[in-house]
């Protein structure tokens, strides 16, 4: 199968394993177009496809609200993203079998399946951070789609404008200081959920050891561990869903 993981900074795909949970080649990454348009976007995932000379069902991943197909929100890429039928219009583009889900969503599936939120019941919540902070949450193993938590308010700022791997980049912050940050979101989202375990995703969690000292043991009472899979669950789980078309 394949996936393509479309991000804030680059959209990445790659032939996936689903056996194994893992990529079957090295992923191929292009800038996401500024500004983010459906065209520039679409033509950016038509670019990865191309490369691998992929022919068969396509899971693409998106970062915001998905609902069967259409993408409601667009808070990391062009607002010209709001309502439109990606679904339709990747296909008619690609010429491709695809299904379009929300980024958190289809990493956090793929955590569950796979990585580190494998085997575990209760409440799950991954988080990917990255440009922003996306969500996904897993009761006993099932999906609460699109929950979006990292657009929650948090002393009166959208949360992944504190506490994202951007935004520490953009206050070039230590990571002690961005740990803290972080800390006070996950506690914020603790008191709201209760979770047994957070995962912590996206390309920063290959630094866990710099930033996780900073979260333990603060209040937070949640088990807080790095995500396996990394910066590519979202291409592994873009995959698992084109697996079901």
Sequence with gaps: MFGVDIGGTGIKGAPVDLDKGDLSGER???PTPHPATPDGVIDGVADVVAHF?????LGVTF???VVDGVTRTAANVDKGWVGVDARAAL????GLPVVVMNDADAAGIAEMTFGAGRGRGGTVIVLTLGTGIGSAVFVDGRLVPNTELGHLELHGHDAESRASVKAREDDDLSWEHWGHRLRKYLAHVEMLFSPDLFVLGGGVSRKAEKFLPYLHGHGLSAEIVPAELQNNAGIVGAAMAAAKL
């Design 53 to 57: 000379g992929w022919s068969g069902p």
């Design 91 to 94: 296909s008619e583009r690609l």
């Design 63 to 65: 970062p915001g609200v």
């Design 28 to 30: 191929y990454k292009v």
